[in-house]
């Protein structure tokens, strides 16, 4: 499955690289909305938030109330998931808050699961170097995403993986780094990072796993 991302910074529609440098940027919500308004599934991160620079709430609770969104940016607590679920999400993604003075956060998780339904959440593992990186990709540490997938797949209904290291680069993601991830879950693997065409999603549909792809789309490159 192609799932379509839109990233919001600046109240803007955006795609960087590896999460630093700015290489697109539109302001037609309306044009990008109506062209994903097919799609089962569209990923909707706010990026000021990630970076705990700011919010872009009320286009988030716009996009949502009009496309299939699991949400992403910045979700550190059950509450404020609790709220975008309320605004029409069909699903929340934890990240950094899944990590808490270097080690994996399973009470958080378990909350979460507990009050607001293991389907509903998706766990995002943003890896650089093999090892991920939090806080708007800004901040490394030495847990693996093979210890998030074990720690955490039962309090979760999917995972999504990005590869930092060809995210937004169009080169292609490793195929035997979707492979290995495949084999150690049995969640609903969701996988982003420099894909750049049908026949790579359709590859990875084939071992399993579902793609979101941002730079490809909007270049033009997947029409």
Same mark, same amino acid.
């Given at each position: 499955?192609?799932?379509?991302?839109?990233?919001?910074?600046?109240?803007?529609?955006?795609?960087?690289?590896?999460?630093?440098?700015?290489?697109?940027?539109?302001?037609?919500?309306?044009?990008?909305?109506? @062209?994903?308004?097919?799609?089962?599934?569209?990923?909707?991160?706010?990026?000021?938030? $990630?970076?705990?620079?700011?919010?872009?709430?009320?286009?988030? +609770?716009?996009?949502?109330?009009?496309?299939?969104?699991?949400?992403?940016?910045?979700?550190?607590?059950?509450?404020? +998931? +609790?709220?975008?679920?309320?605004?029409?999400?069909?699903?929340?993604?934890?990240?950094?808050?899944?990590?808490?003075?270097?080690?994996?956060?399973?009470?958080?998780?378990?909350?979460?699961?507990?009050?607001?339904?293991?389907?509903?959440?998706?766990?995002?593992?943003?890896?650089?170097?093999?090892?991920?990186?939090?806080?708007?990709?800004?901040?490394?540490?030495?847990?693996?995403?093979?210890?998030?997938?074990? +720690?955490?797949?039962?309090?979760?209904? $999917?995972?999504?993986?990005?590869?930092?290291?060809?995210?937004?680069?169009?080169?292609?993601?490793?195929?035997?780094?979707? @492979?290995?991830? @495949?084999?150690?879950?049995?969640?609903?693997?969701?996988?982003?990072?420099?894909?750049?065409?049908?026949?790579?999603?359709?590859?990875?549909? $084939?071992?399993?796993?579902?793609?979101?792809?941002?730079?490809?789309?909007?270049?033009?490159?997947?029409?």
């Amino acid at each position: 499955m192609l799932i379509p991302s839109i990233d919001v910074l600046g109240g803007k529609i955006v795609q960087l690289v590896q999460g630093e440098k700015k290489a697109l940027e539109f302001n037609d919500f309306d044009y990008w909305i109506n @062209r994903f308004s097919e799609y089962p599934l569209v990923q909707l991160i706010d990026l000021d938030a $990630a970076m705990g620079q700011g919010s872009n709430h009320e286009l988030i +609770a716009m996009v949502c109330q009009r496309l299939p969104c699991q949400v992403g940016g910045g979700i550190r607590n059950r509450e404020r +998931a +609790a709220e975008l679920l309320g605004l029409g999400a069909r699903r929340v993604i934890f990240g950094s808050s899944l990590l808490q003075d270097g080690k994996i956060n399973v009470a958080l998780a378990e909350v979460c699961s507990a009050h607001l339904g293991t389907e509903r959440l998706t766990f995002a593992i943003d890896s650089r170097n093999g090892k991920v990186s939090i806080k708007g990709w800004k901040e490394n540490t030495e847990i693996s995403p093979l210890d998030m997938l074990q +720690a955490l797949g039962s309090y979760c209904g $999917a995972f999504l993986y990005t590869h930092i290291d060809t995210e937004g680069t169009m080169t292609g993601f490793p195929m035997e780094v979707a @492979r290995g991830l @495949r084999q150690a879950t049995t969640k609903q693997l969701i996988v982003a990072g420099g894909i750049r065409s049908m026949d790579e999603v359709n590859a990875l549909d $084939a071992i399993g796993a579902d793609a979101v792809v941002g730079m490809a789309i909007y270049t033009g490159l997947i029409k």
